[in-house]
């Protein structure tokens, strides 16, 4: 089972920031934090992982709390082709099952 | 990111024939690959779990016999779909660990399997 939540579908502006939240109130001291995104038809895209500092790369920032119980996504400047369904997924690298399980996702709908 | 390929794209097959999905890893070495299935408006489900050189781990309530894994080099495993059913009908999807820092996984584009 997937032991994040994330709400079902956001909408965002194009141009603003897109601020995507997700809970994993029970993550363990080994466990990453990943986000994948999956546009209509396609394969899931890597966005970004961290596992308790905040990180950036050329497509997206992670704000991960410092409990580390909930993170936020963030698309700085979103564009028409961000929309898609966001995973957030936690996943232990060392030792533990390497497989990521996806749940819901979130569907962000970036409008014009 | 590193690039993982899947071949075919789409694929039409007629019940009780099987069908072969392909899936490599271009640019990287992957001791394992996974499998997923996703039928639509739903999310991914983890099919199995394909290490190179042995045999396949199978998720609960996933028949190994009737879905095929071979895991023969470090680009390339393979999903046979035995005597598929319309019911197999389903966007089939691979994924390969790349062994890094953050031992990302990486997906290929998908395939597409109609079984008429």
């Known amino acids: 089972d997937a032991k994040t939540t994330q709400p079902t579908s956001m909408d965002c502006?194009?141009?603003r920031a897109a601020n995507l939240p997700c809970n994993h109130s029970t993550i363990s001291g080994?466990?990453?934090?990943?986000?994948y995104r999956q546009i209509h038809s396609q394969g899931p895209q890597y966005i970004i992982h961290g596992l308790k500092n905040n990180e950036t790369n050329e497509m997206a920032s992670l704000i991960i709390t410092e409990d580390r119980k909930s993170s936020t996504l963030i698309l700085p400047h979103a564009t028409l082709r961000d929309t898609a369904v966001y995973y957030c997924i936690v996943r232990d690298t060392q030792g533990g099952s390497e497989k990521l399980v996806f749940g819901k996702g979130t569907k962000l709908t970036v409008n014009p | 990111g590193a690039v993982v390929s899947q071949h075919p794209?789409?694929?039409i097959c007629k019940s009780g024939t099987s069908v072969k999905i392909e899936c490599r890893s271009l640019d990287?070495?992957?001791?394992?690959?996974?499998?997923?299935?996703q039928f639509p408006k739903q999310s991914l489900m983890l099919m199995a779990t394909s290490n190179e050189g042995s045999k396949a781990t199978y998720e609960q309530g996933v028949?190994?016999?009737k879905f095929l894994i071979n895991h023969a080099s470090l680009t390339l495993s393979t999903l046979t779909v035995t005597s598929a059913h319309?019911?197999?009908?389903?966007?089939?999807?691979?994924?390969?660990?790349?062994?890094?820092?953050?031992?990302?996984i990486y997906f290929g584009e998908g395939s597409w399997l109609t079984v008429v």
């Open chain 1, 30 to 35: 080994n466990e990453y934090v990943y986000w």
């Open chain 2, 28 to 37: 990287f070495q992957a001791t394992t690959m996974f499998w997923y299935r």
């Open chain 1, 13 to 15: 502006a194009e141009g």
């Open chain 2, 9 to 11: 794209s789409r694929v």
């Open chain 2, 86 to 104: 319309p019911e197999d009908s389903s966007f089939y999807i691979c994924s390969a660990l790349q062994a890094n820092a953050g031992n990302t």
């Open chain 2, 63 to 65: 028949e190994k016999d």
